[in-house]
């Protein structure tokens, strides 16, 4: 039998409820040792299932200093706004001003990626 193509799946707790399917396939040369290749997908797979903690701690950090920080000048910029909005109104420029926008779900949901690799 000749194989031309290994596949690797697994199904990797994401540690919030959820679970992530990961699927990683390839295609091997006939002088190609299977176990070794397989195993080298299987450890592939996890290594981006399950990466580093320590990393995704500190990206995690990051980010959330990131968020506050822009939830600190959307607060900003809402007040600006309400200043403004008040002066025009109370000086008969503008009689209806529409309200501050509203900064929530606007983020597309992820793709998932898939790349090939040959041995």
Request: proline letters at 4%; aromatic letters at 8%.
């Amino acid at each position: 039998m000749e194989i031309k193509e290994i596949q690797y799946e697994g199904r990797f707790d994401l540690h919030n409820g959820d679970h992530e399917k990961l699927r990683l396939r390839a295609a091997i040369s006939d002088e190609t040792n299977l176990k070794d290749a397989f195993e080298k997908l299987r450890q592939q797979a996890i290594d981006c299932a399950q990466p580093d903690p320590q990393k995704v701690w500190n990206e995690r950090r990051k980010l959330e200093r990131e968020l506050r920080d822009l939830q600190a000048k959307v607060e900003e910029a809402r007040k600006n706004w309400e200043t403004a909005a008040n002066f025009l109104t109370s000086q008969g420029i503008k009689t209806e001003m529409p309200n501050f926008p509203q900064f929530a779900n606007l983020l597309p949901s992820t793709v998932t990626e898939v790349e090939m690799i040959d041995f």
